[in-house]
């Protein structure tokens, strides 16, 4: 009953628990998931895979994410500052399907043991139309980040 593609092995996953695409869609408006306790769709749409389940409120899982940020922080500084032998930054530029368009900006090196490695440094949204103007302001942005 599987399916080669994440989409299909999500609605599979659905499936098993009494969700199907079209209710899941109804539920969440038509939009992708997100953490958001004033959307009674999705609210239910959670509570029917887990009514057990409490959504975390955005406060804390805005502090989650500010926690989870500085102990990456910490990791890969610690990991940066180790001898590396070579290391490049490269950006990348992706537009889904509504138009949205986002900017990863990713470092890769070879450490003194000759191991890959690669951290996501950062992705932003890129206002449309992705003109090098708003391109350049927003690696510009990004650079401000510490």
Not at 4 to 10: A, K, M, Q, R
Not at 37 to 57: A, K, M, R, T, W
Not at 92 to 103: E, F
Request: hydrophobic share 30%; charged share 20%.
């Amino acid at each position: 009953m599987g399916s080669d593609n994440s989409t299909g092995n999500f609605i599979v996953h659905l499936s098993t628990h009494r969700m199907t695409e079209e209710s899941y869609r109804r539920r969440t408006n038509n939009r992708p998931i997100s953490i958001c306790n004033d959307d009674e769709g999705f609210v239910e749409f959670i509570h029917e895979l887990d009514p057990n389940y409490q959504i975390p409120s955005d406060k804390t899982i805005q502090q989650l994410m500010a926690e989870s940020y500085n102990q990456i922080k910490v990791v890969l500084t610690k990991k940066f500052s180790k001898n590396i032998i070579s290391y490049s930054i490269t950006t990348d530029l992706w537009t889904v399907r509504s138009r949205n368009g986002y900017i990863g900006i990713t470092y890769s090196f070879i450490d003194n043991n000759f191991n890959i490695c690669e951290a996501i440094l950062a992705v932003q949204y890129v206002l449309y139309s992705h003109t090098s103007d708003n391109i350049c302001k927003v690696l510009r942005d990004m650079g401000s980040l510490q």
